[in-house]
């Protein structure tokens, strides 16, 4: 949920200066609720420190999560990997309709499915076919993952898949309507309606699969550019559903409860909305590690799988042996 302009501005001063580390944004208007939002969904689920902090993002580090935000990662102007460009309103002369609003969050779905795809095809790696022992070689040690988009050792590839995955599940919650609290005042391009649902949209959801019927009324927000007073309008001085109109992007989060303040945009400070999209995005991102394990199970049976994930999880691969 990290806004792409304060991403860019913040790079920009992080290169300036000598021996700066890009990181996850604490800062111009940001709280890192990206890496916030993977913390408090995986609390319990037995990820050691380091291997967490590589997948959430620490202080100094962007993390696999974070990773689509990095300006030199080449993903900002990924609409699917944002779960962006999917407006749409029942108005007249609206210059998108529905069918295309659609697919551009199908789009941002199928990232999503093939990302956990990807990461469960990394895993088995990690435990070659016909042994029984981890490959050293497969395992970060002294050099950390670097999340920029090629692939390395095998544990890198699971995490920067899983990051890829948590973080579009997470900006569906951010920049949909989806869990935004229906209200009277609601429906032109300055305050498009809310579908009032609570927790993880069953549709997005990876047991789901590709199928499932397109959700009533979803839409997000149209980005094409900064600033985005500039962009996204259609004759006459009439907008389209803007990003900046329709995301709760920041706030303040607990990372071990999950709980969360008040939102920090327009649309995030209304009706609690910031709060519900970070609780859903919490559920979603439990939900899709979840599905990991379950894939690595069922793919490469209970005995290779367990210690696949035991790899996953642990720091060091001799706690796995």
Avoid at 64 to 84: I, K, N, S
């Amino acid at each position: 949920m990290v806004k792409r302009l304060a991403v860019a501005l913040w790079l920009g001063a992080a290169l300036s200066a000598p021996a700066a580390a890009f990181g996850t944004i604490d800062g111009l208007g940001q709280h890192t609720e990206h890496e916030e939002i993977t913390r408090a969904a995986l609390v319990r689920a037995g990820l050691d420190r380091e291997t967490l902090d590589s997948l959430a993002g620490r202080k100094g580090t962007f993390g696999a999560v974070g990773a689509p935000d990095r300006p030199d990662r080449g993903l900002l102007g990924e609409a699917a990997a944002h779960c962006d460009g999917g407006d749409h309103l029942d108005i007249a002369g609206y210059p998108q309709d529905a069918a295309t609003s659609a697919r551009a969050l199908e789009a941002c779905k199928a990232w999503k499915l093939k990302a956990l795809g990807d990461a469960v095809a990394a895993a088995g790696r990690i435990v070659p076919e016909g042994t029984r022992a981890i490959d050293d070689d497969q395992i970060p040690e002294y050099i950390g993952c670097v999340f920029d988009g090629s692939s390395g050792r095998a544990k890198c590839d699971v995490l920067e898949a899983l990051g890829l995955a948590f973080h579009v599940g997470q900006d569906f919650y951010a920049h949909t309507n989806w869990s935004d609290a229906a209200a009277p005042d609601q429906g032109g391009p300055d305050n498009p309606p809310g579908l009032g649902h609570e927790g993880a949209a069953p549709w997005i959801d990876p047991v789901a699969g590709p199928g499932g019927a397109y959700p009533g009324g979803l839409i997000s927000g149209c980005f094409e550019g900064i600033p985005e007073s500039l962009h996204c309008t259609y004759g006459a001085g009439l907008d389209r559903v803007r990003h900046a109109v329709l995301n709760k992007d920041t706030g303040r989060i607990d990372r071990a409860t999950g709980a969360a303040g008040p939102g920090e945009t327009p649309r995030g400070a209304a009706h609690g909305n910031f709060e519900r999209a970070v609780a859903a995005a919490i559920a979603d991102t439990r939900n899709a590690f979840a599905h990991f394990e379950a894939e690595t199970l069922r793919v490469y049976g209970p005995e290779r799988g367990a210690l696949i994930l035991c790899a996953v999880k642990a720091d060091d691969p001799d706690d796995c042996r």
